[in-house]
């Protein structure tokens, strides 16, 4: 189990009403591009071992399976676990800022949308600590491009899950990495197109909260507006940025 004080019931009760509806509440969490980019920058090699953090209802796990020779999944919330069972090898339930695992366990380490939800820097130390010499880690999160479209954005992302702690730029993940002691870091950019209507209906969000997201890009700044490709009609369209980090932990 994990320890009692990494965890939050507010992200853990979160993600377990959002459980059922996770797996269509945006077009990037099933999208092959940005899996293919994942897979592509952490390099597995078919020996290799995978943990996945905060790896929920398996969706990144599911882009490995077949490429590496074994995949472990931790997550604190089990409502998850059933859908993620068809693409791990093991789950455990574990905080990532307090992960159960022996140093140099592993050989890649992926974490998609979940750092955002913990003491962030915590958890990519443990990543780095988890980590075997010359092992690959990759942080792939949603950004604001900048700061011109940082506070809108923000606030989109703050309406969307009260349970959200940390909020990014691009240049915020290459610091977590670094700050770990990664080496060999950089940050790819990928760009999804998200009707922000299913993006918002994550069966854990209030009809005020929705509204208020759609304000957001109602009333959005012509800088927001560029930077996002902001397509407002009868539907709300968000060209959303993930910044996609990774870093090398140095050969012994």
Same mark, same amino acid.
């Given at each position: 189990?994990?320890?009692?004080?990494?965890?939050?019931?507010?992200?853990?009760? *979160?993600?377990? $009403?959002? &459980? !059922?509806?996770?797996?269509?509440?945006?077009?990037?969490?099933?999208?092959?591009?940005?899996?293919?980019?994942?897979? #592509?920058?952490?390099?597995?090699?078919?020996?290799?071992?995978? %943990? +996945?953090? =905060?790896?929920?209802?398996?969706?990144?796990? #599911?882009?490995?399976?077949?490429? /590496? &020779?074994?995949?472990?999944?931790? +997550?604190?919330?089990? =409502?998850?676990? +059933?859908? &993620?069972?068809?693409?791990?090898?093991?789950?455990?339930?574990?905080?990532?800022?307090?992960?159960?695992?022996?140093?140099?366990?592993?050989?890649?380490? /992926?974490?998609?949308?979940?750092?955002?939800?913990?003491?962030?820097?915590?958890?990519?130390?443990?990543?780095?600590? @988890?980590?075997?010499?010359?092992?690959?880690?990759?942080? /792939?999160?949603?950004?604001?491009?900048?700061?011109?479209?940082?506070?809108?954005?923000?606030?989109? %992302?703050?309406?969307?899950?009260?349970?959200?702690?940390?909020?990014?730029?691009?240049?915020?993940? !290459?610091?977590?990495?670094?700050?770990?002691?990664?080496?060999?870091?950089?940050? *790819?950019?990928?760009?999804?197109?998200?009707?922000?209507?299913?993006?918002?209906?994550?069966?854990?969000?209030?009809?005020? !909260?929705?509204?208020?997201?759609?304000?957001?890009?109602?009333? $959005?700044?012509? $800088?927001?507006?560029?930077?996002?490709?902001?397509?407002?009609?009868?539907?709300?369209?968000?060209?959303?940025?993930?910044? @996609?980090?990774?870093? /090398? #932990?140095?050969?012994?």
């Amino acid at each position: 189990m994990p320890n009692p004080a990494s965890v939050d019931p507010l992200v853990r009760d *979160h993600f377990t $009403a959002r &459980a !059922a509806r996770y797996n269509v509440s945006s077009h990037w969490v099933t999208d092959p591009v940005l899996g293919a980019l994942t897979v #592509k920058l952490l390099d597995p090699r078919p020996t290799d071992v995978l %943990l +996945d953090v =905060a790896c929920g209802t398996g969706l990144v796990s #599911k882009e490995f399976v077949g490429k /590496v &020779a074994r995949i472990v999944g931790a +997550d604190i919330t089990e =409502a998850m676990f +059933d859908q &993620a069972r068809p693409y791990v090898d093991e789950l455990v339930v574990a905080a990532g800022e307090s992960l159960p695992f022996a140093d140099a366990s592993f050989d890649r380490v /992926v974490c998609r949308q979940g750092i955002q939800f913990m003491r962030d820097q915590d958890a990519v130390n443990e990543m780095f600590r @988890v980590l075997r010499p010359g092992g690959r880690a990759c942080l /792939v999160h949603l950004c604001a491009y900048g700061e011109s479209d940082r506070a809108e954005y923000f606030e989109s %992302l703050r309406l969307r899950n009260e349970a959200r702690k940390n909020f990014y730029l691009r240049a915020d993940l !290459a610091r977590l990495l670094t700050t770990a002691g990664f080496g060999e870091v950089a940050v *790819h950019d990928y760009v999804s197109v998200e009707d922000v209507d299913v993006w918002s209906n994550t069966g854990a969000i209030t009809d005020e !909260a929705r509204e208020g997201i759609r304000n957001v890009y109602r009333n $959005a700044s012509p $800088a927001f507006q560029e930077l996002h490709a902001v397509q407002v009609g009868d539907r709300i369209v968000d060209h959303m940025l993930f910044g @996609v980090a990774i870093g /090398v #932990k140095a050969s012994a």
